[in-house]
């Protein structure tokens, strides 16, 4: 499986499938939200699977086990982290404007690097719906600066930057992608495949 879901793919709370156990869909749910916590493709689409905890269908449990087979097929995958004597941090902040279908509020996605591999993402549900991409953009650049006020703190200062969509790492939380513009992401987020311990970058 070269993504961990398909594009253009739109799952709603109340899809008119079968039901399933939602207990099983929680379980696998909740295990897929603690990989995240090294496994940053993915973020995206399990954020939108939590979505359906209470009222899972076959629609959303057969699309959580797409990601298992994604899985499956990226196990020697991590995020590779290098030496870098020139550190500086970098924030890729996005969001998909009125991305759920079911309540028309878009979802603020960010993530952190210092020049190397990503060591904090995140994607949220904006707490009330914009008017506008613009708006929901300002929503997301709000959302990130304020997660990186404490490393700008001595600074005093955070600048923000024009980023052009093929650097827009961010991207990835924001919508499922193609599989060619999904791995590039992936590797700009330097998760990437590791055979060798402690091999030099």
Same mark, same amino acid.
């Given at each position: 499986m070269a993504t961990p879901l398909v594009v253009n793919e739109k799952l709603i709370k109340e899809d008119e499938e079968k039901k399933v156990d939602g207990s099983l869909y929680r379980s696998l749910v909740s295990n897929l939200l603690h990989l995240t916590a090294t496994r940053?493709?993915?973020m995206y689409v399990v954020s939108l699977? $939590?979505?359906f905890m209470n009222n899972p269908s #076959?629609?959303?449990? !057969?699309?959580?086990?797409? =990601?298992l087979r994604y899985i499956r097929g990226t196990t020697s995958y991590?995020?590779?982290y290098c030496k870098d004597s020139n550190v500086k941090l970098f924030d890729f *902040?996005?969001?998909?404007? !009125?991305? *759920?279908?079911?309540? %028309?509020?878009?979802? $603020?996605r960010y993530a952190f690097s210092l020049g190397f591999g990503v060591f904090s993402w995140a994607s949220k549900k904006q707490q009330s719906v914009t008017q506008s991409s613009v708006e929901a953009e300002y =929503? $997301?650049?709000g959302l990130a600066?304020? #997660?990186e006020i404490w490393e700008a703190i001595e600074e005093g200062e955070v600048e923000l930057k024009f980023c052009r969509l093929d650097e827009q790492i961010a991207d990835i939380f924001t919508k499922a992608l193609y599989k060619e513009k999904f791995q590039h992401f992936r590797e700009l987020l330097r =998760? %990437?495949?590791q055979h060798i311990r402690g091999e030099q970058c």
């Open positions: 940053p493709d993915i699977f $939590s979505r #076959q629609n959303h449990f !057969g699309a959580a086990k797409r =990601v991590g995020i590779k *902040c996005d969001n998909d404007w !009125g991305d *759920c279908t079911d309540d %028309m509020k878009s979802t $603020s =929503v $997301s650049a600066t304020s #997660q =998760v %990437m495949e």
